[in-house]
């Protein structure tokens, strides 16, 4: 059975794509998949984590650097053996992210509570939907990331959503800003494996719950 791709996509940078990335994909090796990690992002924020770790990676994790423009191409060679493919995109419009979407049977668009991301967010949706008239297979949803916490904030931002989205959903597993994930990541760790605030790892769990639904539902594989 082919591996399933799940593409972190945003044109802006600093809205947690690297973080959604790596702590999904922790996750999923708790759901007992074999699950690569692609990082297509030429700063290489998460093979230079991988360096800093000194833990070795869960049993059937592996990170690899690939930002090249052929991901699509080579997509199926690169996944044999795996169950997940997680690709951690660039910012901004590249070639290297629409080879992405190419290669992505989900495309997950992290933003976070700027007006600013609400547009880079428009801008990627576009980006995805013209990946999709060349992959009918492409699933594509929004994801609230470092939604502040006891506010009203993620509900406004949600709507915003929607309303670009063009029947396009947003994933009800909000992640808020928590001072965790930058704790965990600066210390080469996951937010598993931090152990010091249980309501991040709950909600990376629901996070992770989610983007696995929405990944399979309506599919025979």
């Not at 931002?157 to 994933?171: A, T």
């Not at 909000?174 to 994930?181: E, H, K, S």
């Not at 996951?190 to 989610?210: G, H, P, W």
């Amino acid at each position: 059975m082919a591996a399933k791709v799940i593409g972190f996509v945003q044109q802006k940078g600093g809205v947690g794509k690297s973080t959604h990335t790596l702590n999904v994909a922790f996750e999923s090796t708790l759901d007992g998949k074999r699950t690569l990690v692609i990082d297509a992002d030429p700063q290489g924020s998460l093979v230079g984590w991988l360096e800093d770790r000194e833990s070795p990676l869960p049993n059937g994790m592996s990170i690899i650097a690939m930002s090249t423009t052929k991901i699509h191409r080579d997509i199926s060679t690169i996944s044999e053996g795996f169950d997940l493919v997680l690709i951690d995109g660039p910012p901004r419009a590249t070639d290297i992210a629409k080879s992405i979407m190419l290669a992505s049977d989900l495309v997950v668009i992290p933003c976070t509570a700027s007006g600013l991301d609400v547009k880079a967010s428009r801008n990627t949706l576009m980006a995805a939907l013209e990946a999709r008239e060349y992959s009918a297979k492409l699933k594509i949803v929004f994801a609230i990331n470092r939604k502040p916490v006891n506010t009203t904030i993620g509900k406004s931002l949600r709507e915003s959503l929607l309303e670009i989205g063009d029947g396009v959903p947003v994933l009800n597993a909000d992640v808020c800003m928590r001072i965790a994930f930058a704790e965990a990541i600066s210390g080469g760790l996951s937010i598993q494996e931090l152990n010091t605030d249980f309501k991040a790892r709950v909600e990376i769990k629901n996070l992770y719950t989610e983007i696995m639904r929405v990944l399979y539902e309506n599919n025979e594989d």
